[in-house]
């Protein structure tokens, strides 16, 4: 009995994975590319999947406010991939600001390209992180949807 207490889950031991992937691409010399954009791939997966979660668990929370059904930040989200799903992860503080702004956005309190641009500078920083020359976009899905509303309008007119 003690020893499956020690044991530790297939999913910790897949989150562990993904931080230590993570951290590896931050020490990767520049001749590690590949790695360290694939890395960065998953990052954005990252931003859009705990952007998303956040906005629902606001809109949940609202909708029910007798039920605490409020997420918490989580550096890992677990997201679909050619593989299948797998985890990804980012540090602590960027997830804490990704999930912060998936709130304040559901709840009014910023609009699309605000959330678009402070998504950005943590792919940026992100980025930076990784030694990379280039960004990765973050949030693309709401300019699909604010252009999908704005054709929408042009078209009722």
């Known amino acids: 009995m003690i020893w499956s207490l020690s ?24 001749s590690n590319r ?40 989580s550096p890992y989200q677990l997201v679909r991939s050619g593989e299948g ?22 709840e009014g309190l910023i609009d699309t390209y605000g959330a678009i641009n402070k998504a950005q500078a943590v792919a940026d920083q992100i980025c930076q992180e990784l030694d990379l020359p280039d960004s990765f976009q973050t949030l693309s899905f709401l300019l699909d949807d604010e252009e999908a509303v704005a054709s929408g309008e042009q078209d009722n007119d």
Do not use: M, P
């Not at 044991?7 to 520049?30: F, I, W």
């Not at 791939?41 to 039920?67: P, T, V």
């Not at 799903?85 to 980012?90: F, G, H, L, N, S």
């Open 85 to 106: 799903y797998i985890y990804t992860y980012i540090r602590e503080e960027h997830a804490e600001t990704i999930f912060q702004l998936g709130r304040d956005y559901q």
């Open 34 to 73: 590949s790695f360290r954009v694939k890395i960065a791939l998953r990052c954005r997966a990252n931003i859009d999947r705990a952007f998303i979660s956040s906005a629902k668990s606001a809109e949940s929370a609202s909708q029910d406010s007798e039920e605490n059904t409020e997420l918490e930040a």
């Open 7 to 30: 044991r530790k889950s297939s999913s910790e031991k897949l989150q562990e994975q993904a931080k230590s992937d993570y951290e590896l691409a931050t020490d990767l010399d520049r």
